[in-house]
Structures are given as C-alpha cells and as structure tokens.
C-alpha cells in the first residue's frame, strides 16, 4: 500500500463504469412492463377480434389493463381446449372507449393498473449516473493536479513566484548555532536590529541596507546564515533559488520577480533570500554574440525591482554565491547590494567553535581534545568539519564502541581528505616499490627544511593512491615563500627520486604521475604569476583574456611573444630538474635510513611522524622547522 495512489484507482475506475453502465442500460431501462403485469404475463397472445368474439360470447371471466389501456391480460374459457380457464394477452387499440361499457354490460370483472413511476426513474438514474460519475472523477483529477507544479491546472501560473513563504521562518536554526564565522553573524545580527528596532538608525538618518551579498566558497555557511537570519528576524521570509526563476519560455522569469516582489511589498518589512544568486545575475552580453537571452531579462527585471523608481522600502534582500566573479557589476553596486560579507574558511579558533556546535549531541571520548582536532584542520571549511565529526560517530558506531576516540578521529580525517580505505597490497614486489615511493616522499619532506613536517606514510590504499605520505599542514597565513614552493617541488619528487635511485631508470613507476603534474603546475605559476625565476618580477600570462562566457573572444592570445614562451618553457623545466636533482641527492646520501624505514613500514604498514623522525635522526641531522602556532 506504500505506493497507493488515488490517480490510478479513478482511471482504472472510468473504464469499468462505462461498461457498467451499457450493462445498466440493457438490464433495467429494457422496454417492460411494470412488476405486476410481469407476474400475470400470459404466453399466449389473441387477436382483439378474437377477443370481442369470447366477450360477446361469453366466454371471458376477467381482465386486468395495463399500459394505460393498451395491453390487457384477459382470463377466457376456451372450447377448444375442454373448457379451461386460459390466461390470454390482448393488444388493445389506441381509441377504445367503448370497452370499458362492454364490459360492464357483460358484467365482466375488470381492473385497471395505472403505470408505475419506478421504471422511469431508474431510467432516468441509469442515464445520468454515469456522467454524473464521469464529470465528477475528471474534476477531482483536476483539482489534484492543480496543486502540482507544471499540471494542467497550473497552465496560466507558470509566470508565478515559486518562492517559499513563511510569516515567521521556523528553520529551528539561531544565531548561537552558527560559529566560526563571528564578522559575518556581527554583520546580520545588524539586519536584524534594523528590522525590530529600525529607529535607532533613523534617529540619527541611517537608511535600511537593501541587499547583503554573502560571497565565500563552498560549505562556509552561507545557506546556514541566512537560515539563522530567518530565524531571529521573526518577519515574513521569502526563500527561492536563482535557478527557479529561469525556464523555457521567454518571460517568465521576469514575470516571476515581479511577481515576487510584488508579494513582499505587501507583506513589508520583510526579507528575501536568493540562494545561488550567479544563476540569474551573470554578467550581460556575455558568451558567443551576447543577446537578450532569458536569463538577461530576468536580470534586467530584478535590477529594477531592487532600486528602481518605485523602490522597495521594507525589503531586505540576502543573496549567496560562491561565484562572486561572475556577476554583473549592476548587481554589486551600493543601492542593489550595499553589503558585501565575505564568509571564508574559518581560521583555528573558528574552527574551534564550529567542533563544538558540532560535538553537543555527540559522545566523545574525555582523552580527544578540540583543540588539537582544530590545530590539524587548517583549509577545512565548516561543512568539512561537520562531516568529519559525523564520519568519526558513524566508525564509532561500526567498531560498537561506546565514545568517540582519537582513533575514529584520524581515520575520519584520512577518509575527508583522501577517500574510503582499500585493501592493503599482498605482492610482495609491488609494495616495496610503493613503500620506496613514499619513504622518498617523506625523507626529502623531513630534512628539506622549509618542508612542512611529515605526519604520517601508510601504505594503505585510499581513493586512487595506492600509498599516501601526510604532510601536517600549516596554518594558512596566505602568503608562501620562494624556498617553501621549491621546497615543495622537492617533496613532490621524491616518490621519483627514490624509484630511480633504488631500481633504476627502466624501473620507473607511472605512481609519480600526479606529483609530476603538480610540480609542473607550481614551477609554471613561480615562473608566470608570482615572477620568481630569472625572467624577472612580471606577469605573464595569468588569466589570459578571461573566460568565453564572461564575455572573452573564442580565441586566447598569449600576451607575450613565442620567444618569451620558449623561455617560460625553460625556466619552468629548469625549476622543475633543481627540485629532482635536490630530491635524488637526498634519497643517495641516505639510503641506509631509506632501506630501515622501508622494511618498517612494510611490516607495521604505516609510520608515525615522529617515529620516524625519530629513525631519521640516528643516521643524520633534521633541521629544525619553524612553524606557526597559531594562538586560540
């Protein structure tokens, strides 16, 4: 009965009833008499000749009309058949006034039955049932579909907002369920002292910001900020994607914005949140031959509904995007979108904040701390963490533990960053090579000193890596240096370095082919962007006219000329070979430490960091690498 539908029941039912009522009409409206007659009907019929010849004769004993005088069911006795009393049917004639007076004067028992009404009413049942059943399954099927988006009965709707409405949003979310992000909530939680409290920035002739822009990347908390803005304002909230506005036909989305609009004017002070607004805000007149396509009209029409002539006073419009580039420059203005709130990965102390919301309805183990689940989550974003926590409950639950331990935490944390674990390598060859390839990674990782430290090296597969060295990230200061890049590209081709210094060149592994393209990828930006090799401090290159549906040419023209290109060519190469050479003389000089961490590492299958720095340092020194330790 799950999928029980009413919709199917009727259309099976309509054939079914046209049947039924063919059956109805050749069962109870047939031509008949009424139920009496029926039951005195005689099978043999006279003549009315006949009959006038037994009257006169006197011959009949009774007669019963029926029909209103047209049919008569005469009782008789008939020589023929030694005198026994026979029930006869007679078809009287139209006009026969005179019977009635032969009879009397034959002294002849007679009676009249009058017609009966019951055969004309189920007539009239059997007639108009079945349309009446028919009309009535067809506007119940209607009514149904009218409240369905795209049915027929919504055929003259489609210009319609499909805004989500609510007078007061209960999205069960505040404010103190959002964290991480202080700058952005400060930002809201003025929105909403404007709307309860707008004359504290009256008095002093503050106007009503029309529009907050919140840009920032994925799972930040943009959505999250807006639902919780919903929840605190306590005014009527409108809720509508930016793809919901664009459809096939031209004009609708316009129709929709105005239509929108025009529902929050008369539901004032009120807000509007626009969920992936670069949907219906690209800029105009981009792509091949730009044109007054769809989704320009809609744009067009809520640029005017946002600060045109007739204005929008009360209207609070919260829009969300991670694709800021990309919209229109009318949009961004101050008038449209006077605030713009960048919502950024969270910092350390964030990051704190966001494990803490997230750990209330969890069961962690006293020994995990917080704070050094923060410190090793630099780049998470909040949406990253709250997977993480969720990750670490669900292997709790799998390993049938009672509390979240530091263990489910780091397999949580592997399983976020690099994918679900394999199953671990059993031919011998091929995971010694795989351990060379990943001791390379982390030997030059630990004694190259502007190296970020190494965390980990498993040799238990994770996604496409059949091995992994973990590097512990630092705290992203956004800026790097030239010795951390070329550090880096060292550490990246140490898997290469210690392959072909242990097997030899013809030994070589396709492993390294995606530390080879991030090397490449950093030593051309070092070269063209970041202006870190001999050709000098210039840009070279970059963004390169900007992207075709931004409005570029098909074409890209490089800004420099072939001459240049070939020596783009060869710094990069050239930045590229110091990092392998750096990398081949590091795994040659330490191949003893190499083949003890190796044959560790294919027996307990993954290192600790500082195990093996540890090892590291019995044979050589490690430099001391500074870090920054961020304050909480």
């Known amino acids: ?46 003549t009315y000749g006949r009959f006038l010849d037994y009257l006169n004769s006197g011959r009949v004993t009774s007669v019963e009309l029926y029909e209103n005088g047209r049919t008569a069911i005469v009782q008789a006795i008939d020589p023929e058949l030694d005198n026994r009393l026979q029930k006869l049917r007679v078809d009287l004639p139209a006009n026969s006034p005179e019977l009635i007076a032969k009879l009397r004067d034959a002294d002849v028992d007679f009676d009249y039955h009058p017609p009966s009404s019951d055969g004309a009413i189920w007539g009239l049942l059997g007639n108009l049932i079945f349309p009446v059943v028919l009309i009535g399954a067809l506007f119940f099927l209607f009514r149904r579909s009218n409240n369905m988006p795209g049915g027929p009965g919504q055929a003259m709707n489609f210009g319609k907002s499909k805004a989500k409405f609510q007078m007061e949003a209960k999205t069960g ?20 002292t404007f709307l309860k409290q707008p004359e504290r920035f009256t008095a002093v002739g503050a106007k009503i910001p029309k529009g907050v822009l919140l840009v ?50 008369e539901n004032a002070p009120c807000l509007i949140f626009i969920d992936e607004i670069d949907a219906v805000g690209r800029q105009r007149g981009a792509g091949i031959g730009g044109g007054n396509d769809e989704r320009e009209q809609t744009l067009n029409q809520l640029l005017t509904e946002m600060d045109g002539f007739e204005g929008n006073t009360g209207i609070i419009i919260i829009a969300a995007t991670n694709r800021a580039d990309v919209l229109d420059s ?20 964030g990051r704190l904040e966001i494990l803490e919301v997230h750990s209330r309805n969890k069961k962690i183990a006293p020994e995990v701390s917080l704070d050094a689940i923060a410190r090793r989550t630099p780049g998470f974003s909040g949406a990253d963490l709250a997977n993480l926590l969720n990750e670490a409950a669900i292997l709790t639950a799998r390993r049938r533990k009672e509390a979240i331990t530091i263990l489910e935490i780091d397999d949580a944390v592997d399983r976020v960053v690099a994918g679900m674990e394999g199953t671990p ?52 200061q956004g800026l ?42 950093m030593a051309r930006q070092m070269v063209t962007i970041y202006g870190m090799s001999d050709l000098g401090p210039i840009a070279l290159g970059g963004q390169q ?34 990092g392998h050479q750096l990398a081949r003389k590091i795994v040659r000089e330490n191949r003893e430490v190499i083949d003890r961490l190796v044959d560790l590492l294919i027996e307990k299958e993954t290192i600790d960091g500082e195990e093996l720095k540890q090892i590291v340092s019995e044979y050589t020194e490690v430099p001391d690498k500074e870090r920054f330790v961020p304050q909480i």
Do not use: C
Request: hydrophobic residues 40%; aromatic residues 8%.
């Open 216 to 265: 920032g990347p994925p799972g930040t908390g943009k959505t999250l900020l807006s639902k919780a803005l919903a929840g605190e304002a306590a005014v009527p909230f409108f809720s509508i994607s930016g793809s919901e506005f664009v459809e096939m036909f031209v004009g609708v989305g316009a129709s929709r914005v105005r239509d929108l609009f025009k529902k929050a004017k």
């Open 1 to 46: 009965m799950k999928n029980f539908s009413w919709r199917i029941v009727l259309l099976w039912t309509l054939p079914l009833l046209v049947v039924g009522f063919f059956l109805w009409q050749g069962t109870f409206t047939a031509p008949s008499t009424n139920t009496s007659m029926s039951g005195n009907a005689a099978n043999t019929r006279m």
């Open 545 to 578: 006219g900007g992207e075709v549906f931004l409005g570029a040419g098909l074409t890209s023209r490089a800004e420099y000329s072939e001459e240049v290109a070939s020596r783009i060519d060869d710094q990069v190469r050239q930045i590229a070979e110091h």
């Open 480 to 521: 790097i240096s030239r010795s951390q890049l070329m550090a880096r590209i060292a550490g990246a081709m140490g898997g290469r370095a210690a392959e072909e210094e242990i097997f030899g060149n013809d030994e070589v592994t396709t492993g390294a082919g995606g530390d080879l393209q991030q090397v490449s990828e």
């Open 173 to 192: 979310i505040m404010f103190d369920d959002v964290a991480g992000i202080d700058e952005a909530k400060e930002e809201l939680q003025e929105v909403v």
């Open 330 to 349: 009318a949009l961004m203005r101050p008038g449209r979108f006077d605030r713009q709130v960048m919502v950024d990965n969270p910092d350390i102390k």
């Open 425 to 476: 390598l059993t031919d011998g060859k091929s995971k010694r090579l795989i351990a060379y390839h990943e001791i390379g990674h982390a030997i030059v990782g630990t004694l190259v000193k502007d190296h970020e430290p190494v965390q980990k090296v498993t040799l238990i597969p994770r996604g496409q890596a059949q091995g992994l060295t973990w590097f512990t990230p630092n705290e992203d």
